[in-house]
């Protein structure tokens, strides 16, 4: 099982402002807010990529700072929004880039992981194919599927949804939630407030830097959060599970 | 080894030794009594062909890790403003008399990398990032063509100026094994470094963030890149004088024979580099020109420019 993301008094001038938390693997957080937030900041912050202010990230006993830059990429899969491919690899060769952290780990071990993490994407007909010529969906899970090859503890995407059709998103979430099966921790920046309360196990939500709710879905996306916090009239529809937001227009008063 | 390096390898045994026989005067293997054919294979083409194969080498590497670094096909080592740097040092000593040591031109180039090496380290800043690292490499690139453009402007004697101009459009001819000594040992080095940087370098494929959460470390990848290309492209015009096109060229050429990760496009990239400019400078060699023999600098932007434009037409049609 993997170790917990410790966050105390996490502070980054101008973006986030005293934010603690303690998650735990296992489960699948989602951290929501308006745009500017501090949703990509968190994140950046919960992979070792930024270094805060003040306060500290620790993964379990460790704060990040002090953890080999290796060793961290080895426990801590991140996924950029919007991720670039700068080169036409083929799609088992951007997966094979998830192995960089594994330096003078046996090939065997390496094609063996690169190998699990093509088939829990559903990859296998495509390893050969070149990333250009891959549909948005399929770009997506080939994506993950180099996040999955480093066997990371903890999986982190931002807006990993983004640009998917609904078919695509929903069997990406499934994946997410077949890894945090596994005992993975996994945490996701979503915009799309009903796949947050449908399918995240947890929900961080941030205003201008702060954390305003951490708790369930029911909890941290309640009517009344959501209200003070995107300053809309809302009102949740249907059944939990599969959920939907009913936005009333927007008043422009805070 | 993949096919590529074989099949380079393979080019460079047939090419090398063709290249000590093609010349103004031809040599015939199978008639010893071509007059002075040692002398002119041992001083004169020997040590030419092992030029044009360590300054090709080290431009191919710094091209392909160049390219990879920035993430663009359409990178050149020049980018850097090493070369500039190298060539302003090398100006210095025309300026001051070159002739006074056969050793003055080279090891002021040198000097002139090396200067452009510190600066743009001091300049890049400690984040590492990369859009700002590429200006400061373009305005070390301006401040030293404006530098020599002075320094050539100033020139103490028409023959000086003259002299400055025409090495400044990189050749191979007229060198010693002086030269190789020189310049082989500083490209081994930098391609060494080079090749350090390759894991690195296919991690940033994924973009600077997500080549940081790989473990990338981006002041020491930075710290790679300017010493591997600052030994290999201020080697090259230490001895050469300034030579374009082959870096940006000859990756592009490769990369559809590797896997297109940057790290296997290194070594392919220094053979490929080597097989280029021998072949080319075989060509300058060959060309009957009146005055003189073609300036292989020139020889390679005439096939360089016209290279990189058919490049940014593929490009913005996104074939690329």
Redesign the interface.
Known sequence: MAGDLVLEHLVVTDRLDAISSHLAPGAVTAICGPNGAGKSTLLSCLAGLLTPDAGTVGLGEIPLSQMAADARARSLGYLPQAPEVAWDLSVETLVSLGRLPWRGAPAQEAQAAIDAAIAAMDLGGLRTRSVSRLSGGERARALMARVLATKPDWLLADEPLANLDLAHAASLMRRFHEQAAEGRGVVLVLHDLATAMNHADRVLVLNRGRLIADGTPDEALSEAVIRKVWSVDVQWLGERGTRALAVGLASDEK | MNRALWALLLALAVVVPLSLLAGRVWIDPFDPQTRNALVIVLELRMPRAALALVVGAGLGSAGAAMQGYL??PLADPGLFGIAPGAALGAVLSFWAGYAASAWLLPISALLGAGGAMALLALIAGRDGGIALFTLAGLMIASLAGALMSLAISLSPTPFAMSEIVTWLMGALADRSWREVWIAAPLTGLGIGLLMLAG?SL??????E??A??????PRKLQALLVAGVGLTVGASVAVAGIIGFVGLIVPHLI?PLT????SSLLLPSALAGALLLLMADCLCRILPLAGGELRLGIALSLIGAPFFLHLLIKMRRGLA
């Open positions: 993430r663009n894991r296919d991690a940033l494929t994924l973009g963030a997500a940081r959460s790989l473990g990338v470390e990369r896997d297109r990760r940057p």
